[in-house]
Nanobody, 125 residues
Framework: QLTLVESGGGLVQPGRSLRLSCAASEFSLANYAVGWFRQAPGKEREGVSCISSTDESRYYADFAKGRFTIYRDNDKKTVTLQMNDLRPEDTNVYFC??????????????????WGQGAQVTVSS
């Protein structure tokens, strides 16, 4: 059973930045396709960004384009979502998800096998 852990959430003012990290508790995320999602209470989980297992493909939701960047850290152990110019409407619980290891594209639909517990991001003045 693969366990994911998100970190880096918190409270920030509008226009500021946050960096979320996704790590697997037992091993590296090298060769895993990873997606970032967010979910507000009572709403469906919404795709934010994802990166394929080979890092060749990265996708962003329209609201994330130009503000958010997804990348795999140099040590391949984590996948980071850099969020800039945050807005109050970005307030959500953010989750990362993955499949089993191996060549995979990624998707902005919540079809992943494994999920973390989520990290709260609050954007407020």
């Amino acid at each position: 059973q693969l366990t994911l852990v998100e970190s880096g959430g918190g409270l920030v003012q509008p226009g500021r930045s946050l960096r979320l990290s996704c790590a697997a508790s037992e091993f590296s995320l090298a060769n895993y396709a990873v997606g970032w999602f967010r979910q507000a209470p009572g709403k469906e989980r919404e795709g934010v960004s994802c990166i394929s297992s080979t890092d060749e493909s990265r996708y962003y939701a329209d609201f994330a384009k130009g503000r958010f960047t997804i990348y795999r850290d140099n040590d391949k152990k984590t996948v980071t979502l850099q969020m800039n110019d945050l807005r109050p409407e970005d307030t959500n619980v953010y989750f990362c998800g993955t499949f089993d290891a191996g060549p995979r594209v990624c998707a902005l639909r919540p079809i992943y096998y494994y999920w973390g517990q989520g990290a709260q991001v609050t954007v407020s003045s």
